[in-house]
């Protein structure tokens, strides 16, 4: 790539016109805590040229630049429509420095909050992993069980696990457990189904191929079983990572005095919106982070795929 | 005793209400240490055949006896290797042989298994490969991995469905040569009793000490035919022989006389 190509982009205009932005006058009144965009700005613009320097193909940094120029662009707009022009209600729509300065300021708060939900996704979420697969495994292998158990799993699964929390939580003691329980039974469905299916259709040659090397039982199922159906294993996990976040955050909304879900009904109870937008703005980058974690570790796990 | 004894193997198929004989009363045996070629168009249940002496399948009637016990499943006792890539696609080649050596050899540990493998990687010539997967090498390289792997379990008997039928014709050959090279060994150790299926007939003839041919509708041993040719073989010496050429001559009119003669002598599409 040529300098011309690495450095001369739309970006880099839009945030130009982002600084220059700021000479306006507020008309805001109150405080509107500018520097902190700016800062949040010059962050992702140093952030855009490093990786402007360093990247190799084309089709990366416009996709970088594309995702950045829509930062940028959202980001213009809404000081426009709030701290210079005033055109939104500033109750509802807090101008995005205000944002930024309540994010920087509630640290501590939302990190906590964070590790609170990543803790009862990851319990239920690993629980439900490491119980259905072995399970599906086995039900899967074994013809008879496999076709009742599809039935059985459809039906069981076909219920959205959202109902099983009045039920949950008069049977178990806490919110916590509740929250572990639903997400358990969240995964726990799409993952046995995505394994017994996984098992029933691995090739006839693959389980021959197996056979003739004359494999026990447990080798069958986890060394050729397993890794052979670990694609539709995937899809399960992915279905229920998914359900996984909607439950959780839904569940904290409506009963926890912790997590991400409760600190976005708290404080919009309260009619502070710049934590609400706060709260929304950092359950996408969990979400985000975690889904890019999970991606990383599928497309390992089946590097051996064409 | 023979090495192997297969006694009026019957296999009946039922297949949407409608049955059909794969294989009717099959008898042949095989001695300890030969190299048998079953060879026969489609449809002869050669393939039916072998699946019987892997013991994936079971026959209807009739037995294999394999040094006098009758087969019961898989064995430790054969090696085999299909003619669609046996390997595990999620296993590099190395994973693959070593796999398969950790199913036979219980008490080895892992450095030692891979040792082997590449050992056994070595004589295919592929140790440069070792750490590929299967969807990153040709249908020939996975080939060699799989006969890799069937060798270095060192069962008495290999067992081979047209292991060479998906090749193309270049390194079919190459191959081939290979497997000879491979099964006459140096004389020091003795060779295993193979059994290998095929539809070609220079393969076969290259290969083998016995020819059995079959014939379809329903599967049965049309003849047995001894291979005259000495040991070790050379292709380029072997083809040159006057004797070479009329042996195959003899073949291809038996091959082809049993065709005609189930179509009625007709009309024959070759």
Redo the contacts between chains.
């Keep these: 790539m040529t300098v011309k190509q690495r450095y001369c982009r739309v970006v880099h205009a839009l945030f130009i016109v982002f600084l220059l932005i700021q000479f306006i006058p507020d008309k805001l009144s109150g405080e509107t805590y500018s520097s902190y965009a700016i800062w949040f700005v010059v962050g992702v613009e140093v952030l855009t040229l490093i990786f402007s320097a360093l990247i190799k193909k084309p089709v990366g940094l416009n996709l970088f630049a594309d995702i950045v120029t829509f930062i940028y662009g959202l980001l213009t707009a809404w000081v426009l429509a709030t701290a210079k022009f005033n055109l939104l209600k500033p109750a509802l729509f807090p101008p995005p420095g205000k944002v930024f300065w309540q994010a920087v300021s509630d640290y501590e708060k939302i990190f906590v909050n964070i590790q609170s939900s990543i803790g009862i996704i990851l319990q239920g979420y690993l629980l439900g992993i490491v119980i259905a697969v072995p399970l599906g495994l086995f039900l899967g292998w074994s013809a008879r069980l496999g076709s009742a158990a599809t039935y059985v799993s459809k039906f069981l699964g076909a219920i959205p696990p959202i109902v099983y929390i009045p039920y949950g939580i008069a049977l178990l003691p806490t919110f916590r457990s509740v929250s572990v329980f639903v997400i358990f039974l969240a995964t726990f469905w799409p993952v046995l189904g995505g394994t017994m299916s996984g098992v029933m259709n691995v090739e006839k ?2 389980i ?8 026990s039982r447990l ?1 069958m199922l986890f ?2 079983m397993l ?2 159906s ?1 694609q539709q294993i995937f899809i399960g996990c992915n279905q229920g990572l998914t359900v996984s976040f909607v439950l959780l955050t839904s569940a904290e909304m409506i009963g926890a005095q912790s997590g991400l879900g409760y600190y976005i009904k708290n404080y919009s109870d309260f009619g502070d919106y710049t934590r609400t937008i706060v709260g929304l703005i950092v359950v996408g980058i969990v979400i985000v982070f975690i889904s890019f974690i999970f991606n990383r570790i599928q497309k390992f796990l089946l ?4 | 005793m023979s090495k192997i004894e297969i006694k009026n193997l019957t296999v009946d198929y039922t297949e949407k209400k409608k049955s059909f004989t794969a294989l009717k009363d099959v008898s042949f045996s095989i001695e300890e240490g030969e190299f048998v070629s079953v060879i026969g168009s489609s449809g002869c249940g050669k393939s039916t055949l072998l699946s019987i002496l892997e013991g994936i399948n079971t026959p209807t009637d009739g037995k294999i006896l394999i040094d006098g016990e009758p087969i019961r499943g898989t064995g430790t006792n054969r090696g085999v290797v299909f003619q669609h890539y046996s390997l595990f696609p999620w296993m590099t080649a190395r994973k693959n042989v070593a796999f398969g050596i950790k199913q036979v050899y219980k008490g080895v540990n892992r450095a030692e298994r891979l040792k082997i493998a590449d050992e056994f990687l070595g004589k295919v010539g592929l140790e440069q490969f070792r750490n590929k997967y299967p969807s990153q090498l040709s249908g020939g390289m996975q080939q060699r991995v799989a006969i890799a792997r069937a060798l270095a379990m060192d069962t008495d008997i290999l067992l081979m469905d047209e292991p060479f039928g998906a090749i193309d014709a270049k390194n079919r050959t190459i191959l081939q040569e290979l497997l000879l090279e491979l099964w006459e060994g140096d004389g020091t150790k003795a060779r295993k009793t193979v059994v290998f299926v095929t539809h070609d007939i220079d393969e076969a003839i290259l290969l083998s000490d016995k020819i059995v041919m079959m014939t379809a509708n329903p599967g049965r041993v049309y003849q047995e035919i001894e291979v005259p040719f000495d040991r070790p073989r050379n292709r380029a010496n072997l083809v040159q022989t006057k004797e070479y050429n009329k042996f195959r001559n003899k073949l291809l009119a038996l091959f082809y006389s049993d065709i005609a003669e189930k179509i009625g002598g007709e009309e024959v599409v070759l």
């Excluded at chain 1, 021959?208 to 494999?215: I, W």
């Excluded at chain 1, 590097?303 to 064409?306: G, L, Q, S």
């Design positions: 040659k693959t021959d191929s197996a056979k003739v090397l004359n494999v080798t060394s050729i890794p052979a670990l590097r051996w795929k064409v």
